[in-house]
C-alpha cells in the first residue's frame, strides 16, 4: 500500500520534472517482478501453449530472462581463477555455454508452472549493488526463499546470482568446474557442459507430467 | 534426525519447508554500510581471483570442504544415486498411488510433531527461547485441535512455523566448523559436526523410545523417508540434471545448505561479500 502511494507520488515527480534516469534506479524489486510476470505470461500464453510451440516459447523467454541476467559476470564468476588461463574465443564460448545450461535448467522449472505463489519480500540495496528477496509458497504449502542478486548497469538492475535456501548458484557451480578444471582440462569441461544442454529436455519430458498432475491433487493441502 | 535422511534428496530446490525464521523475519538484518574493503576475506584463500574485474563480486563466501576420503564418499554417492532411482523412486511412487497426497502430508506431521523434543530442546540450547516457546504451542495446539498431530493447524491457522532446529546446526552456532565431509551410504551427505549431531538427536527423539526394538526403529525412519519422497517428486531428478558434477555440487550445497541454516538465514547484505581480484 505505502508502497506503491510512494511509487505514485515518484511517477508524478518525474512526470513534472523529466527525470527519466530516476525512474528505475530504486527499484530492483520492480524489474525482478516484471521479468517475472513476462515469463510467466509467456507460458500461459494460448498462442504458444503446446509443443508444437515449444521452441518458439523458448525463444521469447529466454529473450525476457538475457535482458534480466548478466551472464558474463555470472560465468567469469564461476570459472573463478580459472578465467584468467582462457583465451578470449574460449571465455565467449564458455559463456554461451554457462548461460544456456542455466536458462534450460530455469525454463524446465518455469515449464512446469502450475500456480505457486511468488512472494515479493522486499529489497535492500547498497550502492550499485541490491538483494531482492522472494518467497515462492509451492502447492504443497512450503516456503522456498529466494534471493536475486543484482547489481546495476546503468537504469537496469542485472541479477549475478541467485540463492536458494542459502545456497548459492554461481558458488555451486565454481565448485563443480573447479573439481573439473583441476582433475582435467577445459575441453572435458565444455563436453560435460555440452551434453548436459543436450540431454535435459528428453530426460524430463516423461517425469514433469508426473509431479504436476501431483501437485495439483493436493492443492487443498493440508 | 532432520539433518541427514531428507537431504540425500534435497537441496538445489528444495521443497522441504526446512526453515528456522518466520516468514515475516525473514532477514530483516541491516544494510552494511562498511566500504568495499572486500577482496580477499578468510575462508576465500583458496579462491585467487582474477585480476582485471572489479564487477566479478560473490554473493557468498565460497566454502572449501575438506574431503580427505572423496573416492568412498564418490562410492557412497554412487551407491545413494542408484538406491534412489532402483529403490527409493519406485516404492514412494507406488506409495503415493495407494495413498492420497493429503493422507502424506497427514503422515509427515504427525512424525514432525512427535519429534518436538528435538526443536524443541535445540532451539533453547541456542537460546532462542521465543523459538522454543513457540515448539511448545505447536506441540500442544497440533495434539489437540491437530489430533495427534496429524493436522498442523498451528501454521495453518495460526502462522507459527516450525523451527527447524537439530544438534548439527547447535554446535555450528557454538562455534564447531562442520570439519570433513561425509556422504554416508543411506543417510547421504553430512560431515563430522552433523554426524554428531545426527546421533544425539536420535536421543532426543521420541519415537526411538516408542518402539520396541532397532529393526521398528529403522523400518519407521524407511517409512518416513518413504513418505517425505513421496512428496518431492522429481526434485532429485532436477538437482542431477542442473549439475555438471552431481557430486561435487551436492557436497557444496550440503555445506551451503547447513551454513545458512545455522545463522537462520541471517546477515545478509546487499552488498557482496567480496570480489575476485588479483591477490
Not at chain 1, 51 to 74: G, I, L, N
Not at chain 1, 119 to 129: E, N, P, R, W
Not at chain 2, 38 to 51: T, V
Not at chain 2, 215 to 236: D, Q, W
Request: glycine content about 8%; hydrophobic content about 40%; aromatic content about 10%.
Amino acid at each position: 500500500m505505502k508502497q506503491s502511494s510512494k511509487q505514485t507520488l515518484l511517477v508524478l515527480l518525474l512526470l513534472i520534472f523529466g527525470v527519466p534516469a530516476f525512474a528505475m534506479a530504486g527499484a530492483p524489486t520492480d524489474q525482478i517482478r516484471q521479468t517475472t510476470e513476462k515469463i510467466l505470461a509467456i507460458v500461459d500464453a494460448p498462442a504458444l501453449k503446446g509443443p508444437d510451440k515449444e521452441a518458439e516459447r523458448q525463444k521469447q523467454m529466454r529473450q525476457v530472462v538475457d535482458e534480466r541476467f548478466d551472464w558474463a559476470a555470472m560465468a567469469r564468476s564461476a570459472l573463478g581463477k580459472h578465467w584468467r588461463e582462457l583465451s578470449e574465443a574460449q571465455r565467449a564460448e564458455f559463456t554461451g555455454l554457462f548461460s544456456e545450461l542455466i536458462e534450460k535448467n530455469y525454463m524446465s522449472k518455469v515449464e512446469s508452472y502450475s500456480g505457486e505463489k511468488i512472494l515479493y519480500k522486499g529489497d535492500k540495496v547498497d550502492g550499485t549493488f541490491g538483494v531482492v528477496e522472494v518467497v515462492i509458497v509451492t502447492l504443497r504449502g512450503t516456503d522456498i526463499p529466494v534471493s536475486y542478486r543484482v547489481l546495476k548497469k546503468d537504469t537496469s538492475w542485472l541479477v549475478y546470482d541467485v540463492s536458494i535456501e542459502g545456497v548459492s548458484l554461481v558458488n555451486n557451480y565454481r565448485s563443480q568446474i573447479g573439481t573439473i578444471l583441476n582433475s582435467s582440462s577445459y575441453d572435458t569441461l565444455i563436453v560435460r557442459i555440452k551434453s548436459k544442454i543436450a540431454a535435459g529436455p528428453a530426460e524430463s519430458a516423461g517425469k514433469k507430467a508426473q509431479p504436476a498432475a501431483e501437485q495439483k491433487k493436493g492443492e487443498s493441502a493440508l | 534426525m532432520k539433518a541427514a535422511f531428507p537431504l540425500f534428496a534435497i537441496v538445489i530446490l528444495v521443497g522441504s519447508g526446512c526453515r528456522s525464521t518466520p516468514p515475516g523475519q525473514v532477514r530483516a538484518a541491516g544494510v552494511s554500510s562498511q566500504p568495499v574493503a572486500i577482496a580477499e576475506q578468510k575462508g576465500g584463500a583458496d579462491l585467487p581471483g582474477i585480476g582485471e574485474s572489479p564487477d566479478v563480486v560473490l554473493s557468498a563466501q565460497p566454502i572449501a570442504v575438506p574431503d580427505p576420503i572423496e573416492p568412498v564418499n564418490r562410492a557412497f554417492f554412487y551407491f545413494n544415486d542408484k538406491l534412489y532411482f532402483w529403490v527409493l523412486s519406485p516404492v514412494s511412487k507406488g506409495y503415493a498411488k495407494i495413498l492420497p497426497q493429503p493422507a502424506r502430508r497427514c503422515v509427515k506431521n504427525f512424525f514432525s510433531n512427535i519429534a518436538t523434543p528435538v526443536r524443541l530442546v535445540n532451539c533453547t540450547l541456542q537460546a532462542e527461547f521465543e523459538g522454543a516457546w513457540v515448539e511448545l504451542e505447536r506441540f500442544a495446539i497440533n495434539t489437540t485441535v491437530g489430533v495427534a498431530g496429524f493436522g498442523d493447524p498451528a501454521r495453518n491457522r495460526w502462522n507459527m512455523e516450525k523451527r527447524d532446529e537439530d544438534l548439527g546446526q547447535t554446535l555450528g552456532r557454538y562455534g564447531l566448523g562442520p570439519s570433513i565431509y561425509f556422504d554416508w551410504p543411506v543417510l547421504g551427505p553430512s560431515n563430522v559436526r552433523d554426524t554428531v549431531g545426527y546421533v544425539g538427536d536420535l536421543f532426543l527423539d521420541p519415537i526411538n523410545y516408542l518402539v520396541p526394538n532397532y529393526a521398528y526403529s529403522v523400518g519407521i525412519k524407511a517409512y518416513e523417508t518413504v513418505n517425505g519422497t513421496s512428496l518431492r517428486p522429481g526434485e532429485y531428478e532436477d538437482f542431477k540434471e542442473a549439475a555438471i558434477d552431481p557430486y561435487v555440487a551436492l557436497r557444496d550445497a550440503y555445506y551451503q545448505y547447513r551454513r545458512n541454516q545455522i545463522s537462520n538465514g541471517e546477515g545478509q547484505t546487499a552488498r557482496p561479500v567480496g570480489t575476485l581480484t588479483a591477490e
